[in-house]
């Protein structure tokens, strides 16, 4: 019979860092999954090599808290404070942190990173430490039916394919093609077909029907009057392409993505092999309101970003939604919250915005550890007006 043991570590009234999860599946199958809360490095020099060496040091306790490594790392997200609106001074801080990228963690943790990787310049708040010039969150996977690599986590019954994320960046001959032009149709369908789908066909997958969740990055700062145009317009593009097998997930708007000419990136989650998708039947903002995978006695469930402007209310109804799923709840169940805070042009509303947020978010968890988070400044979630959103991954034994 299938077990399910969430350890969280080091609890504070809004996050556990790290969370923890124990699984033993039908099959006898044990595997140790890790989630550091997202992490920052400004205990260190304000530039980006420190920083980043802060930041490893603080993942690495993480990892070692729970007895895993950086080569059991298979997802790492990379958000990018926004240095200014100048695409130059945008480039340069995505050049200056990919250089020492790779060097570094070769360096602190004597081994490569096998994950993927999602990076995007979020806002010009920057996160809710004031200081830090980008936050890093990283999950791992252990286990003997375990491998990681080439974008994805083999478990050996079942396989969950995590790609990086990407843009319409593509070599055509002896050309490296950056934009499609102004068609944000186009250019979220050429990702959508010719960057996953058609890969994933000759492994013998189907990307629409095997897609679970979603998160759409829409690049804003170039032509910032037109956020939510671009948005609702990237929205429809999913909506149609996936029709009835609509994956759960979020959209928001950010300052650019790396392929700093062009406007959209998606990163899906896939999965296949000897594993059940069961979706809620619900569409909310353009997404499937929870997705859940089902493999050998174990559920995992993910609840798309439930977007407002009361993180207890918000929290309230992804409980719901975790229960619909057959969990227990949230507080049961919960292994990691996404929070995303819409930020504008005004920086003490920003910050008084985000210690609004916590107050809500830590008196929902008042009395009982809360799963892992990290948090954002965006500008905006789900839909325009939502104050914050958030989107979470819980799992239970069925």
């Known amino acids: 019979m299938a077990q399910v043991n969430i350890i969280r570590h080091n609890s504070i009234a809004i996050f556990s860092n790290p969370t923890e999860v124990i699984i033993r599946d039908d099959n006898g199958d044990v595997v140790r999954l890790v989630e550091p809360s997202g992490n920052v490095g400004t205990q260190y020099a304000n530039d980006v090599g420190s920083e980043w060496f802060g930041t490893i040091e603080n993942l690495n306790k993480g990892l070692e808290t729970c007895g895993v490594h950086w080569s059991d790392v298979y997802k790492t997200d990379v958000l990018w404070t926004t240095p200014s609106a100048d695409r130059d001074e945008c480039d340069e801080r995505k050049n200056d942190f990919n250089k020492i990228y790779g060097a ?104 629409r029907k095997q897609t679970v969740f979603m998160e759409i990055l829409v690049a804003v700062d170039d032509d910032p009057g037109k956020t939510w145009e671009r948005i609702e317009t990237t929205r429809k593009a999913f909506v149609d392409y996936f029709g009835d097998d609509l994956p759960a997930g979020l ?53 798309s970003a439930v977007a407002g402007d009361d993180a207890g209310t918000q929290l309230n109804t992804i409980d719901a939604r975790v229960k619909e799923a057959g969990g227990q709840g949230l507080k049961e169940n919960g292994i990691f919250n996404n929070a995303y805070i819409s930020a504008g042009a005004d920086s003490a509303a920003n910050r008084a915005g985000i210690g609004v947020f916590n107050e809500s978010f830590s008196a929902y968890y008042e009395g009982c550890a809360p799963a892992g988070r990290t948090a954002q400044f965006v500008g905006g979630i789900q839909r325009e007006g939502a104050a914050s959103g958030i989107s979470n991954r819980s799992i239970f034994a069925e």
């Open 104 to 207: 570094l963690i070769n360096a602190v943790t004597g081994g490569p990173l096998r994950s993927n990787r999602m990076a995007r310049f979020t806002h010009g708040e920057g996160f809710p430490d004031p200081a830090a010039l980008f936050e890093v969150q990283i999950k791992a996977a252990k286990g003997e039916s375990v491998t990681i690599g080439g974008g994805k986590v083999d478990y050996g019954t079942w396989v969950d394919h995590q790609p990086s994320g990407a843009s319409v960046l593509h070599k055509k001959g002896d050309q490296m093609i950056t934009t499609l032009g102004d068609d944000l149709v186009e250019e979220m369908n050429f990702i959508l077909e010719e960057q996953y789908a058609k890969p994933f066909a000759e492994q013998g997958i189907d990307f």
């Open 251 to 303: 959209i928001y708007p950010v300052s650019r993505i790396p392929n700093l000419d062009s406007i959209i990136e998606p990163q899906p989650r896939v999965v296949s092999g000897e594993v059940e998708i069961i979706r809620s039947g619900q569409v909310e903002d353009g997404f499937s309101t929870w997705n859940a995978i089902s493999h050998h006695g174990v559920r995992e469930v993910m609840v």
